[in-house]
């Protein structure tokens, strides 16, 4: 017999969720602890943790991050207007369940199970508790293709989008010059000059990780990564002690990327390492020079993945100007459970549409591919 409980705090949970996850997951209990330690989520966010967890004879044998959310902020799969439409309907779309990791738009599990089997029992739970607790909607966000949760997800009928994503791939290559080789003449020069801008004005760039970083770089990265925001007239989701936690809970995890010129450091990017695959989450500078951007965002982690046999280097969603940096797009998936039956149907037809339109969007990205003989 399976009980379920949910949560109010990553803090409370029973020690065996951290066996359940293991270590080979993007997602990690440190992870979220952080967040919530730093408050970077909880009240007054908008993100209320809400963590489910799945027990059998008092075993611990399912877990799910989850979420109420009061707003759609850092989720990168957008929903806006489907919140004005189901409240022109006169119901409430605020809170609703989010499956997910906060400001996180990477592909990963969610559902962490002893057997496969429990998936959809978790799934039918929440749709009950959904619909219950009178809440619009539950969205599971940015699953891989290999998620064993997707065929339950569609066989209970939620409704399937589609977001770009943008993935470099290693094809064991020798140095960063051999990966330039396999760009059209117009398109290699273009790095080319992108990173002789920087080498005139003698910007010298390090790699850092696990016991070679410190507090101090730490304070840098988070000055950069706030100017970022305070750039855009906002400030910034994530609190500075999110990142003080997380790179010393997790430093094999944290590549950090610095730029610096004969002054000192001017620039920073933050990025995750897990198993074979890197990904590239924050970025920033205190000044505006050409081409830093492109250097420490994509750049630096290509040439990173190369010499340290990475094979997989995401840089995130949005962005076609990655694209000709050699990043191809690709297709990551989320599923959506509404439970008003007259918007479910409007949102499968919007998502229909939708699905169409990116087909075709992907098709002609694919097309203007910088490789040669694409």
């Given at each position: 017999m399976y009980s379920f409980e949910i949560y109010n705090s990553f803090f409370n949970l029973p020690n065996s969720v951290l066996n359940l996850i293991g270590e080979e997951e993007f997602i990690s209990l440190d992870f979220l602890l952080s967040m919530e330690k730093s408050n970077s989520i909880g009240l007054n966010t908008g993100w209320i943790a809400k963590p489910l967890v799945v027990s059998e004879n008092e075993k611990v044998v399912g877990f799910v991050p989850m979420f109420f959310k009061y707003h759609s902020y850092g989720e990168y799969v957008f929903d806006w207007s489907w919140a004005e439409a189901h409240e022109s309907l006169g119901e409430p779309y605020f809170p609703k369940?989010?499956?997910?990791?906060?400001?996180?738009?990477?592909?990963?599990?969610?559902?962490?199970?002893?057997?496969?089997?429990?998936?959809?029992?978790?799934?039918?739970?929440?749709?009950?508790?959904?619909?219950?607790n009178k809440l619009s909607s539950i969205h599971y966000v940015f699953s891989g293709d290999l998620d064993d949760a997707n065929k339950y997800l569609e066989l209970r009928g939620w409704s399937k989008r589609k977001t770009i994503q943008y993935l470099w791939t290693n094809k064991n290559y020798n140095d960063f010059d051999a990966f330039l080789t396999t760009f059209k003449n117009e398109k290699r020069k273009k790095i080319k000059q992108?990173?002789?801008?920087?080498?005139i004005k003698n910007i010298q760039f390090e790699s850092l990780t696990g016991d070679q970083l410190n507090e101090d770089q730490i304070k840098f990265f988070y000055k950069c990564?706030?100017?970022?925001?305070?750039?855009?007239?906002?400030?910034?989701?994530?609190?500075?002690?999110?990142?003080?936690?997380y790179f010393f809970k997790k430093p094999?995890?944290?590549?950090l990327f610095i730029g610096s010129?004969?002054?000192?450091?001017?620039?920073?990017?933050?990025?995750?390492?897990?198993?074979?695959?890197?990904?590239?989450?924050?970025?920033?500078?205190?000044?505006?020079?050409?081409?830093?951007?492109?250097e420490l965002s994509y750049?630096?982690?290509i040439e990173y993945c190369i010499n340290n046999n990475i094979e997989k280097f995401y840089?995130?969603?949005?962005?076609?100007?990655?694209?000709?940096?050699?990043?191809?797009?690709?297709?990551?998936?989320?599923?959506?459970?509404?439970?008003n039956t007259q918007f479910k149907r409007a949102i499968e037809d919007f998502a229909n549409r939708e699905d169409a339109l990116n087909n075709k969007y992907i098709d002609e990205l694919k097309e203007r591919a910088p490789f040669k003989g694409s």
């Open positions: 369940i989010f499956i997910g990791l906060p400001f996180t738009p990477v592909n990963s599990r969610k559902f962490f199970v002893c057997s496969e089997d429990l998936i959809e029992k978790i799934i039918i739970y929440l749709e009950s508790f959904a619909k219950e992108d990173r002789k801008k920087l080498s990564y706030e100017q970022t925001y305070l750039n855009h007239g906002s400030f910034p989701y994530i609190k500075k002690d999110f990142f003080s936690e094999e995890r944290v590549v010129d004969h002054n000192g450091p001017i620039g920073c990017s933050f990025c995750i390492k897990v198993g074979n695959s890197l990904y590239g989450r924050y970025w920033g500078s205190l000044e505006y020079i050409p081409s830093l951007h492109f750049y630096q982690g840089a995130g969603i949005q962005g076609e100007h990655k694209l000709a940096r050699g990043f191809e797009p690709i297709f990551s998936h989320s599923y959506h459970f509404l439970t």
